[in-house]
């Protein structure tokens, strides 16, 4: 299990924090124009993370693991009274409203970050391409490819910093996404690991998790190469 863990930790060297979109970003070198695109672009990723989470559940036969599971997708949808995309109400909100805050913070109107007009082909590709994985693999091996969040509270943190160094411009409110994911992310992949080591332990399910986590960080990367192309320094 220690040789799987470390395996899977190792492809921390190819997630997208070294794409260098992000070191430019990390480093305050993007200008408005480019913060804005990656923020409606990055949206459609975020859309796409609670029906991911639902495709988990919809083929996962283990009770105790559907009831943990299901957090995420009331982290990122929020739960019933909250103000989500519409504005309205006043319970508690998701990740999903969190993001659409830091697109208006960034200057991206709710409505062009809701109706995906800035999205980027390869972006759309992208996304589309891990629901789909999502819903048609095993369902452990779907988790698997969750793992990415084993490196996130790192970028998050180094984001969050970036941000509040670099782009002053941004209503500091607007970045509460990245302080809730801050201690969501290493809650998240605990259980997601715990997941992987339990069901996955011969060498054949122990490839499949590690090609899972590899293709996530594709999807991560491939996701960073259209935003890059699409807002040129």
Known sequence: MTELVDRLR???????AAHPFHVRMNDGELSRRQIEGWVANRFAYQEAIPIKDAAILSNCPDVAVRRRWIRRITDHDGVDGASGA???G???EGGIEAWVRLGEACGV??????????????????????VTFARTKPWVVAVASSLTELFAPDLMANRLAAFEKYYTWIDPEGLQYFRNRLFQ??????????????????PE??????DALAFKNDVLWAMMD?????YPE
């Not at 190792?10 to 997630?15: I, L, V």
């Open 86 to 88: 519409t504005g309205k």
């Open 185 to 202: 992310a290493p809650r998240d992949s605990e259980h997601a690991l715990e997941v992987v080591l339990e069901h996955c332990r011969t």
């Open 205 to 210: 399910t122990e490839q499949l998790a590690y």
């Open 90 to 92: 006043g319970g508690e």
């Open 10 to 16: 190792s492809q921390a060297e190819r997630y997208h």
């Open 226 to 230: 259209a935003i890059d192309r699409a």
């Open 109 to 130: 109107p709710r409505e062009e970050m809701l109706d995906h007009r800035h999205v980027v082909p390869g972006v759309r590709f992208a996304v589309d391409a891990y």
